[in-house]
């Protein structure tokens, strides 16, 4: 994990590992870093309730989120994140914000070593530095930390003067913003996002994101029926 003093932009050595955890753990407990990041996040979702979110159900993504999964163990074979700096910054940027979005982002560093990150297909309007500058992680879902297939939760993080290839979704997505950055979508064009907005990803439409001079962090998460495709 990253390490409480990330103030200093320093990582420590983990103090236990996962499957440390793992074994004290039960199918009806959650490892406490994913249970506080989720906690964080359903708080923040149900006081934006008031803003629609198109085809997005509030109250079925909280209440899917409350049900625990399955820990799965990854015996050493996670890809580790390339972007450990910007990570730290991008919790150090967030630190003076609500407590929701500081449990969001800390639970990301504590994760980070046990996710298993990737990298997604570059596309049209990407920044030249794409494919080095981001990375992705499912906490919750299918190959995710926690295995189930009604929903997916992950994580994404971008260098700075990165932009996000134009690209659509399978699903509705919703995405919350845990630094500031800008948003583009086919109707509303570039929009303003600042830490703790929820930005919605519509099925189908084209949708993209860039950051200016600082890491961008932001958590996701999607409902599934049938579709099991990676961001």
């Not at 969001?104 to 570059?122: F, I, K, Q």
């Amino acid at each position: 994990m990253l390490a409480q003093d990330t103030l200093t932009g320093a990582l420590s050595p983990r103090p236990a590992t996962l499957s440390d955890d793992l074994r004290r753990s039960t199918l009806l407990t959650r490892l406490t870093p994913l249970q506080q990041m989720i906690d964080g996040f359903c708080s923040i979702l149900q006081a934006n309730n008031t803003t629609a979110i198109v085809n997005v159900s509030i109250s079925e993504v909280v209440d899917k989120l409350g049900a625990i999964g399955k820990l799965r163990s990854r015996g050493g074979q996670a890809n580790a994140l390339p972007l450990r700096d910007e990570l730290v910054l991008a919790v150090q940027t967030i630190e003076p914000n609500s407590k929701n979005e500081v449990a969001v982002a800390r639970g990301v560093g504590h994760l980070a070593d046990d996710l298993d990150w990737y990298c997604g297909e570059s596309g049209p309007f990407a920044s030249v530095n794409f494919d080095r500058g981001h990375a992705h992680a499912v906490v919750l879902g299918p190959e995710g930390l926690e295995e189930r297939f009604d929903l997916r939760m992950g994580v994404t993080l971008m260098a700075a003067y990165t932009r996000f290839p134009d690209h659509s979704v399978s699903a509705p997505q919703v995405v919350l913003a845990l630094s500031d950055a800008e948003f583009w979508s086919e109707s509303d064009g570039w929009q303003r996002a600042q830490i703790g907005s929820f930005i919605v990803q519509p099925e189908g439409p084209r949708f993209a994101m860039r950051c200016g001079s600082r890491p961008f962090l932001s958590l996701w998460c999607q409902l599934l029926g049938s579709c099991n495709d990676r961001t």
